[in-house]
T-cell receptor
Framework: DAKTTQPPSMDCAEGRAANLPCNHSTISGNEYVYWYRQIHSQGPQYIIHGLKNNETNEMASLIITEDRKSSTLILPHATLRDTAVYYCIAPNNAGNMLTFGGGTRLMVKP | GAGVSQSPSNKVTEKGKDVELRCDPISGHTALYWYRQSLGQGLEFLIYFQGNSAPDKSGLPSDRFSAERTGGSVSTLTIQRTQQEDSAVYLC?????????????FGPGTRLTVL
């Protein structure tokens, strides 16, 4: 699995966009970038994934740099319920097993 | 629709006792994963099942841990002779298949406390 690096914490004002960065400079050509989040006392929740192109779904947008060495998860209008730990991962194993590191603790404030 | 369910939600046991944790995956999902998460820590992979293939047990921390998946659906994680260091939240996830790209859907977890 490619090593990923994320800031340990971020704050965001409610209603504003939350931009969460992730560095994955050792990522290989066939490794997808996944984002999951974990709200306190709940199981992890899938958000989005991408390979090369930018992706958007009902939850978020994922912007991947052209060299694929970094990406940004964008929550366009953060709400208090988006307060969680966000994990960026790039699994590269036959079974797609996930390993979460520290992640970014996002605090959305009113 | 129904998501991944796990039972019990909480389990308190005494050191040395055996425990069984249950996971009901999403119907139709061929891949099932067990993870554990110690307090304030990240996610640790334990074992996964893919269809009828032999499970990947590479993450099991000791031979006290075992898991079964009957009929390609429900799975049971068994911990024998529990130790205090086994205390953690045990999470189950399922996905359509065990290949990239495939999103995993997690259950709420079982919080195990070994006294």
């Amino acid at each position: 699995d490619a090593k990923t690096t994320q800031p340990p914490s971020m704050d965001c004002a409610e209603g504003r966009a939350a931009n969460l960065p992730c560095n994955h400079s050792t990522i290989s050509g066939n490794e997808y970038v996944y984002w999951y989040r974990q709200i306190h006392s709940q199981g992890p929740q899938y958000i989005i994934h991408g390979l090369k192109n930018n992706e958007t779904n009902e939850m978020a947008s994922l912007i991947i740099t052209e060299d694929r060495k970094s990406s940004t998860l964008i929550l366009p209008h953060a709400t208090l319920r988006d307060t969680a730990v966000y994990y960026c991962i790039a699994p590269n194993n036959a079974g797609n097993m996930l390993t979460f590191g520290g992640g970014t603790r996002l605090m959305v404030k009113p | 629709g129904a998501g991944v369910s796990q039972s019990p939600s909480n389990k308190v046991t005494e050191k040395g006792k055996d425990v069984e944790l249950r996971c009901d995956p999403i119907s139709g999902h061929t891949a099932l994963y067990w993870y554990r998460q110690s307090l304030g820590q990240g996610l640790e992979f334990l074992i996964y099942f893919q269809g009828n293939s032999a499970p990947d047990k590479s993450g099991l921390p000791s031979d006290r841990f075992s898991a079964e998946r009957t009929g390609g659906s429900v799975s049971t994680l068994t911990i024998q002779r529990t130790q205090q260091e086994d205390s953690a939240v045990y999470l189950c996830a399922s996905s359509l298949e065990a290949q990239t790209p495939s999103e995993q859907f997690f259950g709420p977890g079982t919080r195990l406390t070994v006294l």
